[in-house]
């Protein structure tokens, strides 16, 4: 959950500081204000790409930072913080990332230095954003089969499938290897021989490119540090107002005047203790600017080095990795997969029937745990389209009928796979063609959410919804069942565990709807708001009004600079604002309606302490 955001210089935010609290947030002011600035400054910090066109003009860097408490239920989160030797202090994380103008970053998880795709990846364990034009992943059919299975808590045994799954077709590949021409395979050897050996010269250590970089970072800002170091020690043990010299000063004063009174010696020890702990810091940090050194050679040896993970990661790397392992440990488990292979073609003859009775087993294995899966999912589907179909007509959908296909894989006879009647235009792998099933890497089946939005109209697939608010609303009905389903098991499905993220943003979700249908949307988001943590941008005031947390974001002029701020409303100031969403104005009819919707359907705001 976020609780602090710190934003300096980005866009055209000066300096903002607020303190949030769980539940309901929401955002308005006028167009223009600067809503999406506050939304986009968030992207940032959850790793979005980014240049220096963020950085307010006439700064030099933009900063965003964040306190962030993590819940013991956040096993993901936790799990890759604990890989990393990262932990939460009183449950709590300090996520920073700075830009300069000159294009060079920084990125720090509680003080330790990590790249953007780490940040990414974490943070999306923790954040969900969702806008009026980020619909990608409700529309990607491939992601369709994940929102299935987590909601039927399918994910550890999807898992399991895709690793019985690639087992099989690296034996399946291996034993057509081994049957090819010799010249096919001695080709295959000569060429995963080379492999492990550039890999294991390389003597690759998992987690090796993170520590590289951060390296790289710190001997490219070797000046500055130098610089740092030498005003620290001016002002510790060199200067003639040094700590040093004024605790050793201090110190000589105060025994002679112990000596004269012994009701000084309390104080004697603290200074005398006081000026040991000054000189061994001293030393120990006359040590270290004694110590530095700018090395070129060594910075080159940094660069050269990452330079070689990367060339390494592009050959062998990339497409083997598993979710959240380094490019080391996906290099490192192609070069295991390789010596596996050498061994097999090596004694291809005396392998062959081996690998047969393997892939054979396999085989069962995995046709059974297809079979299980598709159940599975049948059983849930016609639950999760039943509860988002009901959610849709609270949302002003009342003719809208939702539908989780699942789709059985097939293929004609001459061997062309074929999903849900149409022709992919390819053919099936032998590791997929298993037995009277063509199993994908996730299964015998596909996955496809349909929809149709009016009486009579078949159902169609998402993509072909032509309007955007409806499809806000498929997505707000899906989260509204997710968030229900991570903190009560829904009847028929199995709870799923551990990867729901904390913080849903929905930035403008209300494009396209009003009246009714809006206030049930604002009802939905605080129901959400009732197990998550939710911030909403929102022009309505009927979702506005549903928040317990209400802030307002406008521009200000001064000193013919423009700057967006950003305040928390208490009760007075929110009415004010409710009535501005109404009318335009705070008059007297104005004031009337927002009391009226305060007194029907709001929350008494919390106060940003």
Not at 85 to 106: A, C, H, W, Y
Not at 229 to 246: M, N
Not at 480 to 489: K, L, M
Not at 522 to 545: D, M, N, P
Request: proline share 2%.
């Amino acid at each position: 959950m976020l609780e602090e955001l710190d934003i300096r210089n980005y866009a055209l935010i000066e300096n903002i500081s607020l303190l949030f609290g769980g539940g309901f947030n929401v955002l308005t002011g006028e167009t223009g204000a600067g809503k999406s600035i506050i939304v986009g400054s968030l992207s940032f910090l959850l790793g979005s790409k980014a240049d220096a066109d963020v950085i307010r003009t006439g700064a030099e860097e933009a900063n965003v930072s964040a306190v962030i408490s993590i819940q013991d239920d956040s096993r993901d989160a936790l799990a890759w913080l604990s890989e990393r030797e990262i932990g939460p202090e009183d449950g709590t994380i300090v996520v920073r990332r700075s830009l300069k103008s000159s294009g060079r970053g920084s990125i720090y998880i509680q003080n330790i230095p990590v790249t953007r795709g780490d940040l990414e990846e974490f943070m999306g364990l923790l954040f969900d954003i969702h806008g009026q034009h980020n619909h990608e992943s409700l529309l990607r059919k491939e992601s369709h089969r994940r929102y299935l299975d987590r909601f039927a808590g399918l994910e550890d045994e999807t898992a399991a499938f895709n690793r019985v799954f690639t087992e099989l077709a690296d034996k399946k590949k291996t034993l057509e290897l081994s049957l090819s021409s010799e010249r096919d395979r001695e080709n295959r050897l000569e060429l995963l021989s080379y492999a492990v050996r550039e890999i294991d010269a390389a003597s690759l250590r998992a987690g090796e490119s993170r520590e590289l970089e951060a390296e790289s970072r710190r001997l490219a800002d070797f000046e500055k540090l130098a610089s740092q170091a030498q005003h620290a020690a001016d002002a510790l043990f060199d200067g003639e107002f040094s700590v040093l010299s004024l605790a050793r000063r201090a110190k000589t004063g105060l025994d002679a005047a112990a000596a004269i009174d012994g009701g000084l010696a309390v104080l004697q020890k603290r200074l005398e203790d006081l000026y040991y702990e000054a000189e061994d810091v001293s030393a120990e940090f006359r040590s270290y600017r004694d110590g530095l050194a700018f090395d070129p050679g060594r910075l080159e040896e940094v660069e050269e080095r990452l330079a070689l993970l990367f060339r390494l990661k592009k050959k062998y790397g990339e497409g083997t990795a598993g979710e959240g392992g380094s490019a080391e440990e996906a290099i490192l488990a192609y070069r295991a997969r390789a010596g596996a292979e050498i061994e097999a073609l090596s004694g291809a003859g005396e392998n062959r029937d081996r690998l047969r009775a393997e892939i054979s087993a396999l085989e069962k294995d995995l046709i059974r745990r297809a079979a299980s899966l598709g159940a599975k999912r049948r059983a849930a589907s016609g639950n999760l389209g039943k509860r988002i179909t009901e959610i849709l007509v609270r949302l002003g959908m009342p003719r809208a009928r939702f539908e989780a296909a699942v789709i059985p894989r097939a293929r004609d006879p001459d061997g062309t796979r074929v999903s849900g009647g149409t022709r992919d235009g390819e053919r099936a792998s032998p590791a997929e063609k298993t037995g009277s099933l063509l199993c994908g890497p996730w299964g015998a089946e596909d996955v496809e959410f349909l929809i149709s939005a009016n009486t009579g109209e078949p159902l169609r697939d998402l993509a072909r919804i032509a309007s955007g608010g409806e499809l806000s609303r498929v997505m707000l009905a899906i989260k509204t069942v997710f968030s229900e389903s991570d903190s009560a098991q829904a009847p028929g499905t199995v709870q799923a565990g551990g990867g729901a993220a904390e913080t849903l943003v929905f930035d403008e979700i209300d494009t396209g709807i009003g009246g009714e249908v809006a206030l049930e949307v604002g009802e939905y988001l605080a129901r959400i708001g009732a197990r998550k943590q939710i911030f909403c941008v929102t022009h309505l005031a009927s979702i506005a009004v549903r928040a317990g947390n209400h802030i307002k974001v406008e521009k200000k002029t001064s000193g013919g600079r423009t700057s967006t701020v950003v305040s928390v409303l208490d009760a007075g100031e929110r009415r004010r604002e409710i009535a501005r969403m109404l009318a335009g104005d705070s008059g007297k009819a104005a004031l009337a309606h927002a009391d009226d919707l305060i007194l029907r359907y709001g929350k008494t705001p919390r106060v940003n302490g």
